[in-house]
T-cell receptor, first 110, second 113 residues
Framework: QQQVKQSPQSLIVQKGGIPIINCAYENTAFDYFPWYQQFPGKGPALLIA?????SEKKEGRFTISFNKSAKQFSLHIMDSQPGDSATYFCAAYATYKYIFGTGTRLKVLA | KAGVTQTPRYLIKTRGQQVTLSCSPISGHRSVSWYQQTPGQGLQFLFEYFSETQRNKGNFPGRFSGRQFSNSRSEMNVSTLELGDSALYLCASSQGAGGTEAFFGQGTRLTVV
């Protein structure tokens, strides 16, 4: 019940494409859902986050879609660039801790 | 504003030794949490501190411990190191008011040989 399931494990898109990464959860106590971007050798960097009372949030080229009834949320990256090539993690927060998805390795081809 | 600072960046230790890792949070942040990142297990929660009190702890053996000081700086300690403790240890800081933005440091890469 504490898990956050993330898919796909890896993703390759062409420059300008719109990669979509999906996450699902079971625990209804989760009340905050961030996405992180991690480059090799670096710590995860917060990209965008959403609370369950909002169905969509956009920040720059990044959009979170949230479906509370389905307990699913997803990250869309508009006009993807080679510099977006990184590992992306979804997370869910409850009781002073984050539960992370297993990560999606994204490669954007030039 | 300075980010989250973790020291040291890299450590090599021998099995059976102990190690202490340090984390300085963003100024004004009172919550510090620690995570272990490995290729096999991903990001796993270790513990969280707020105003020197541990509010939650993950499923790790008692060899893993931590503390937070009055200036919000935090340390974690791993005793009797095992090969499986080799990992990237990440510290995250937040304001601490439940479900707020958490910012990670660069991590400490621990290698146990």
């Amino acid at each position: 019940q504490q898990q956050v399931k993330q898919s796909p494990q890896s993703l390759i898109v062409q420059k300008g494409g719109i990669p979509i990464i999906n996450c699902a959860y079971e625990n209804t106590a989760f009340d905050y859902f961030p996405w992180y971007q991690q480059f090799p050798g670096k710590g995860p960097a917060l990209l965008i986050a959403i609370r369950p009372d909002v169905s969509e949030k956009k920040e720059g080229r990044f959009t979170i879609s949230f479906n509370k009834s389905a307990k699913q949320f997803s990250l869309h990256i508009m006009d993807s660039q080679p510099g977006d090539s990184a590992t992306y993690f979804c997370a869910a927060y409850a009781t002073y801790k984050y539960i992370f998805g297993t990560g999606t390795r994204l490669k954007v081809l030039a | 504003k300075a980010g989250v600072t973790q020291t040291p960046r890299y450590l090599i230790k021998t099995r059976g030794q102990q190690v202490t890792l340090s984390c300085s949070p963003i100024s004004g942040h009172r919550s510090v949490s620690w995570y272990q990142q490995t290729p096999g297990q991903g990001l796993q929660f270790l513990f969280e501190y707020f105003s020197e009190t541990q509010r939650n702890k993950g499923n790790f053996p008692g060899r893993f411990s931590g503390r937070q000081f009055s200036n919000s700086r935090s340390e974690m300690n791993v005793s009797t190191l095992e090969l499986g403790d080799s990992a990237l240890y990440l510290c995250a800081s937040s304001q601490g008011a439940g479900g707020t933005e958490a910012f990670f440091g660069q991590g400490t890469r621990l290698t146990v040989v």
